[in-house]
């Protein structure tokens, strides 16, 4: 997994930044759907690679709670997390207990969805 994601960093479209991030999402079926991030000059408009992943295996009929793990590489040695945004999309799908693995170009860190949203905005709190 980790050689085709930093493989796949080349594909990643961060002129502006220059920090390009791969992602890819592993399902409960063992089915994987892969992501970039692509900036945009309005940066709005940008979309991080973990969003991309998780909206490419909705494209393709999966649901909540059928996500079991999450990778994400960057092209540092610098270990980062999801932003904001895509922790709460996250929360959306994944199951608390499920894993985030992160990889640099040095380092691996594991971690739960738990530990990066211990109180996530649910459809419970709607209500």
Not at 57 to 62: F, K, L, M, T
Not at 88 to 93: A, D, L, R
Request: charged residues 25%; negative net charge; glycine residues 4%.
């Amino acid at each position: 997994m980790k050689d085709k994601l930093f493989e796949l960093l080349n594909n990643a479209y961060a002129p502006y930044s220059g920090y390009k991030v791969a992602s890819a999402v592993v399902m409960n079926d063992g089915n994987i759907f892969l992501g970039i991030n692509v900036e945009n000059a309005s940066y709005g408009a940008t979309i991080c690679a973990e969003r991309v992943a998780i909206d490419n295996a909705i494209v393709n009929g999966y649901k909540k709670n059928d996500f079991k793990a999450l990778y994400l590489v960057n092209n540092s040695n610098k270990v980062s997390y999801p932003c904001f945004i895509c922790r709460q999309v996250i929360s959306e799908f994944f199951p608390l207990d499920a894993e985030v693995i992160i990889i640099t170009t040095d380092k691996e860190e594991k971690v739960k969805v738990s530990d990066l949203i211990p109180f996530p905005f649910t459809e419970d709190d709607l209500s």
